[in-house]
């Protein structure tokens, strides 16, 4: 079921999504309205869990993160057990910034950010490898980053 939010609301989260930092003060100056309705508008976007965190960027490069890599990963042998042995471990493993199941010749799309190949190839031959779960995978190394995420395009909503 797709949430009821207004023209206000629509603002509201495209404010947050560009600064997640800015103020209620700032936000409510931004959609034409007082602090007290704004704050109450965003507490029930958290509330209905539209607004599911409130995070900064990091700029990795310069924490000396400069190497992502892109897996296809083919779970073997295909168990649940399996799928969700894995799923439990990319939880933990910090290296791993996204996940998620893919259609396709590969179960999964994992994003893998670190300090360079070396720790890269650490992660796969201690983190991944003895999970002994994955059957095949593919790597993809990014070359260069073109667009970050901006957060959700929110054009569609009817406000």
């Known amino acids: 079921m797709t949430a009821q939010l207004d023209a206000i609301d629509v603002r509201i ?7 997640a930092g800015r103020s209620v003060a700032d936000v409510a100056d931004l959609v034409g309205l ?13 509330t209905e869990g539209i607004i599911k965190r409130r995070s900064i960027q990091i700029d990795r490069r310069a924490i000396g993160l400069m190497f992502t890599a892109y897996l296809e990963l083919k779970i073997s042998p295909a ?20 996940a998620c199941t893919m259609t396709g010749p ?31 995978f593919r ?21």
């Open 13 to 19: 989260l495209e404010a947050l999504q560009e600064d």
């Open 79 to 98: 168990r649940k057990a399996n799928y969700e042995k894995f799923e439990a471990a990319i939880q933990s493993f910090e290296e791993v910034t996204e």
């Open 34 to 46: 007082t602090p007290s309705p704004c704050w109450r508008r965003i507490r029930r976007l958290e």
């Open 139 to 159: 790597t993809s190394v990014q070359i260069r980053n073109i667009k970050d995420g901006r957060g959700l395009p929110l054009g569609h909503i009817d406000g």
């Open 106 to 136: 590969y179960d999964y799309l994992v994003k893998v950010v670190t300090r360079d190949i070396d720790a890269y190839n650490d992660f796969v031959t201690h983190k991944l490898i003895p999970l002994d779960v994955v059957g095949d």
